[in-house]
């Protein structure tokens, strides 16, 4: 799962700023910079990720749909996990170490925030269908629901 770096995009700080007040007043405490226009076959998007942010685990059910993840600011923990629910696997990523890592498709996973804020930069392939991007984890409880922050707190306790 380990990779190299690429060439980034750029941000501002003015993007950054404004970034992150989206993400503070978003439900889900992220929000989104997508850079690629609808339907191209790349996906790029920075992620910018408030520390309260539960994502739900879920995976990519496409063979091309490997999800590449670049640390930009920040530090957090990629969680993989087995059919069933339980952790497999934890990646620090963080500034002068770790800084990037490649999810293979049909990988459960997500990512639980080490800093206050965070931002990742992510690439996948394929062109976007909601309806057959992801797969949510029947097993894990839904963002927003009252059992996330409960859970949340249960995977930041393992790391």
């Not at 087995?82 to 996973?109: N, Y």
């Amino acid at each position: 799962m380990i990779m190299s770096n690429q060439n980034l995009p750029e941000l501002t700080q003015e993007e950054i700023v404004i970034q992150f007040e989206n993400a503070h007043e978003s439900i889900r405490r992220r929000s989104p910079k997508i850079l690629h226009e609808k339907g191209d076959y790349l996906n790029r998007v920075f992620n910018f990720i408030h520390d309260d942010s539960y994502m739900h685990p879920h995976l990519h059910p496409s063979e091309e749909k490997i999800e590449k993840m670049y640390l930009v600011k920040g530090s957090f923990a990629l969680i993989t996990f087995s059919d069933e629910g339980k952790v497999k696997e934890t990646f620090i990523l963080e500034k002068g170490g770790r800084e990037s890592i490649e999810v293979p498709a049909f990988t459960w996973h997500t990512y639980v925030m080490l800093s206050k804020e965070v931002i990742v930069y992510e690439t996948m392939e394929g062109v976007y269908e909601p309806s057959t991007w992801k797969e949510m984890a029947s097993w894990a409880p839904s963002e927003n629901s009252d059992e996330a922050a409960s859970y949340l707190e249960m995977l930041k306790s393992i790391l």
